[in-house]
């Protein structure tokens, strides 16, 4: 009973890690390797997770893909570049930086960059207006008066 | 601020906002109304093979069916333009794709289908239930040949022009309107 319960326990995580171990490389580097590439690649179909999170067939195909590349020793770039070549920037998870995305990347320096701007001339004509302008005789005397009552 | 400027920019102030708000607005709208004429696809991703010639890998013939796989000549520089058409007998769009295909290749477009992930008898009943508009017939059991091309999902086509350069992709199922809103010139072009 309580065996079986046990195994009842258990396959959830069965069932979860099922197809996985298949797949991955005998060589513990390798697959190290074959993650942290994969960890990098959109899933196309499910737009927001990386190909190693997916369960999509898609992110799959290209799971098997990366290491058979990475069996045949390619470099990490080479496998990488080899993804990109076919489905474009998307499918890097982190943007490449190109005419199309530098807009992108120029943003926060740009925003930067007025804000800047804008302090800077705030100050400026802060400094043109300058300072009070000093008090003329007939004021001073009077404050002196002033300031002489108790 | 100086006295003579102040109710310029004061007046500056209050509306920037207003016309920043209303300028969104628009590119909202635009954006909103472009989805629903199909115009623009917040998914939609251009092909990263445009411009480039299309992949040439050796692929097996369907078992079972009487077509020529495709042929690296077939690929290479046509002479007219061809569709790539990848399919598969259990995808439900392209059954409403395949009427489509029938009525370019009726019209005299070649048309090369590559059969992705099917099972080879349920692809040959496919085509004797639906017509067959296919030139050549090549099988993708793997999905290999659509990583080549960079495929999302089935069905997808792709046009070559006369010298086998990718021109256009459309992902997903060919409407009526897509071939004469999209494919139609295309084709009188490329011609």
Redesign the interface.
Known sequence: MRALLFALLLAPSLALAVGRPSEMLPDPAAEARAQAIGRELRCMVCQNQSIEDSEADLARDLRRLVRERVAEGDSNTAVRDYVHARYGDFVLLRPPFNWVTAPLWALPAVLLGLGALVLLRMRRRLATRGGPTPLTDEERARLAALEKEP | MSEAKSPLSRRAILWAPLGLAAAGGVGFWAMLRGMRDGSYDP?G?????LGKPAPRMALPPVEGIELPTIAPEMLASPGMPVLVNFWASWCVPCVVEHPQLVALQRRGVRILGINY?DKPADAARFLVRHGNPFQALAADA???A????????VPETYLLDRQGIIRWRWAGPMMPDTLSAELDPLLRRHA
């Open positions: 998914r991703v251009p092909s990263a093979l992930k793997e999905g290999r659509g990583i080549e091309y960079g495929l999302y999902g």
